[in-house]
């Protein structure tokens, strides 16, 4: 290579794991081919994420079409940024930031920065001829506890469980491929444990892999899950987590909390959280109140001794983080790159995180693509946790198959997180 100047930045519209369109990008450094990245995206998704930009053809994809956002790309990004030295990431995102000129980056769309700003890293660590984990942090070496979603509802199924997410996490293994292991023979378990009750329906999935079943309210799902790890023989080795997605059941005029046909406020529903943590080994809750109650999350972080993962309190944006700091509310954040729009603000909330010691839990979107792009981000931030889904479906295998890899490289230099991955 001459020099690692970017000579062409290339966007397209693909679809993504539920065949709806997103944004993916091509770096060239030198006239080669040397990075692509596609852009995940959500829907179950907080008020004050980065902003997605869709066409609003309504005679296309229901209006869903990204044509906008990659013509942003292809002739407002591009241009702007041929030959820029493709190594520059923070100054190549600062300058899409300024581009944009919006505070949530509506004009552009987060979707087509991000997709080049994430391109433009995968691009960088080829040029130097790293794996892109490695480009990041010289020191990577944590291998994440996978946390396993083994129970949809909310709005990734169209069943009438409100809570989102029923999570097994291995925290037992030895290694992430042990790991793997031990999670599907438990999903196996507990595939029969449904069909008996339920029939073969059942185990239909929802968008990222878990099975989504008629079951209700919070007890049952526990119940299932504790029966398929005991079938399995893992007791010992698995402990259980939530994300409760609280928003999509909280209800605004009345300021309760809707859960199978029953009405909580927050205490009553702090409550049940409690009842649920004295019998099961949880974990870890993801947003268990609504996205706004910052005061109620520094009760929660307060009076139950686990980790409170903040996902659409914070969005991966370190104001809303620091508000969190500063009264205490959670202590561990939810790192989503396309909810603030470039990797070098995410890893500034990683980071931000960290100084102040909360934990970092890196997670997919349900809209994912084949790209396994935060395999490498999970080991570059030695976080320690992963939430991406149950590897039933192409777009959450190739996520695990990546750190199946990246635990290859490493060797004996690796560390299986375990126990420790809320503070690896």
Known sequence: MSSFKISKIYAREIIDCRGWPTVQADIWVDRRLMGRAD??????TGTHEAFVLHDGDQDRYCGLGVLKAVENVNKVIGPQLEGWDVTEQRKIDMAMKEMDGTPNKSRLGANAILGVS?????????VCGLSLYRYINPNAH?????????LNGGKLTANELEIQEFIIMPVGAKSYSQ???MTTEINEH???LVIEKYGILATNTGDEGGFATPMRGIWEPFEFMSRAVEQAGYVDEIVYAMDLAANSWFNKEKNVYELDRQKYDRDALIALYKKVAEKYPLVSMEDPLHEEDFEGFAKLTRELDMQIVGDDLFVTNVDRLSKGVKLGAANALLFKVNQIGTLSEALDAAEFAYRHNYGVQVSERSGETEDPIISDLVVALNSGQIKTGM???????SKHNRLLQIEEELGAAGKYAGRNFAQP
Do not use: D, F
């Open 118 to 126: 994430l391109a433009i890293a995968r691009a960088a660590a080829n």
């Open 391 to 397: 590897p039933v479906r192409g777009e959450r295998t």
């Open 142 to 150: 944590v291998l994440p506890v996978p946390l396993m979603n083994c």
């Open 190 to 192: 507990l595939r029969q």
């Open 179 to 181: 790991a793997l292991q």
């Open 39 to 44: 852009v995940a995206s959500g829907r179950s």
